[in-house]
């Protein structure tokens, strides 16, 4: 029940392990380019591979701190009746839930295709298409865990089960 436990914080510390690789190689392409006259073949679809993880480990971070896909502009329609904002919000968690486990299924086929197709990315020929497509698939299950590790958390502390601001 740690917020500060590894599983509670793993997009967090990938994205930024992705984010400060991306940032090298972004830099020493631009100085490489600019100052020796000379660019590195692989460089840009990396940098645009690892965007694509970064991305995708975003979403399942924003499942977690509850800045996913609904809409939360409904607050201000609802101000003065703060038990049908919780009841419209439960409503947009549980949809986006569904939407989630669809988009994993349907992305985790598709990369199952581009497998079998032995497919490489052209400058990365070490790196098989797939593994982009993993992120997706990865990205969407982790932010149906975590819709479903934060509505858990909200139900238990409505149990008073669990003190408020408690993880699981």
């Not at 400060?20 to 590195?40: D, E, K, P």
């Not at 497919?119 to 020929?125: F, G, K």
């Not at 997706?136 to 008073?160: D, S």
Request: with cysteine; hydrophobic share 50%.
């Amino acid at each position: 029940m740690n917020e500060n436990a590894f599983y509670n914080n793993i997009e967090r510390y990938f994205i930024i392990t992705l984010f400060i690789c991306m940032t090298i190689i972004t830099a020493t392409t631009v100085v490489t380019r600019f100052c020796f006259n000379y660019t590195l073949s692989w460089a840009e679809q990396l940098s645009r591979f690892l965007l694509v993880w970064i991305s995708f480990a975003g979403i399942s971070w924003a499942g977690k701190i509850d800045v996913h896909m609904r809409v939360t502009a409904v607050s201000l329609l609802t101000k003065k009746h703060p038990e049908i904002f919780e009841v419209i919000l439960l409503i947009g968690d549980f949809i986006t839930l569904i939407y989630t486990l669809y988009l994993t299924y349907r992305i985790y086929l598709f990369m199952l295709m581009v497998k079998n197709q032995g497919q490489i990315l052209s400058a990365l020929p070490w790196i098989p298409k797939w593994v982009m497509y993993l992120a997706g698939v990865l990205g969407m299950a982790g932010l149906a865990i975590r819709i479903i590790q934060r509505r858990t958390i909200w139900f238990l502390q409505r149990k008073n089960q669990i003190p408020q601001g408690g993880a699981l």
